[in-house]
């Protein structure tokens, strides 16, 4: 069966007030999708009212020019990585996730030096006032990756930091300055907030190709 028709049926009981993970848990159940498939639609789905919300609320790409923003770290650099190697896919509220669900295991890649480079290309050229990246303390080697960027700020002559916590989702939240992330958490709490990997896409149209925008068949 192609995935869409259970992403149809999911959206159906959001809409109608459902909780997020019964009702993906439900449709997966009833169409006996297998893991891969239900972590996609569980990623990819949303009620019509939150993606509404959320489009309406990201700010243009352009906000970054003269303002600060603090940057999702490992959010933001696994999503760049995924789209890289066309593990991304475009989801309800127009935001681009990844689908390996690798979060707590993220490891350096051959996609990481391309993927910050890129960020920090996009960054210098929007120029910003102050650029902040913020990295889980909990995941392995957040030090020394702070400490990368940290070097590559200055390489690219952008004024910021990067630093790790203990407390990345609410740092984000109660953030006075721009927020770039992909969780659907922070956007909706964040003052303001931006599209950050959209952004990305749209300046570097290569990126495109690594974005997959159809539900694929699935294999049940």
Do not use: W
Request: charged share 30%.
């Amino acid at each position: 069966m192609n995935l869409e028709t259970a992403a149809a049926d999911i959206r159906y009981l959001l809409d109608r007030g459902y909780p997020q993970e019964g009702a993906v848990k439900f449709v997966s159940a009833h169409y006996r999708l297998d893991e891969n498939a239900t972590h996609l639609l569980s990623r990819a789905v949303l009620a019509r009212e939150v993606s509404d919300k959320r489009k309406k609320k990201f700010l243009p790409c352009d906000a970054i020019k003269g303002n600060s923003i603090a940057i999702d770290g490992y959010n933001i650099l696994i999503g760049l990585e995924s789209i890289l190697e066309k593990k991304a896919f475009i989801c309800d509220d127009g935001v681009i996730r990844d689908i390996r669900g690798i979060f707590r295991n993220y490891k350096a890649s051959e996609s990481t030096g391309t993927a910050i480079d890129t960020i920090l290309q996009f960054l210098k050229e929007k120029n910003p006032i102050y650029v902040c990246f913020l990295l889980d303390s909990q995941i392995s080697n957040s030090g020394l990756l702070a400490g990368k960027l940290r070097e590559k700020l200055g390489e690219y002559g952008l004024k910021g930091d990067a630093r790790t916590s203990g407390h990345v989702d609410y740092d984000l939240k109660n953030s006075k300055y721009i927020v770039a992330s992909s969780d659907g958490v922070i956007i909706d709490a964040a003052e303001s907030v931006i599209n950050f990997l959209d952004c990305l896409v749209t300046r570097f149209r290569h990126l495109e190709a690594g974005i997959a925008r159809k539900f694929p068949d699935s294999q049940n």
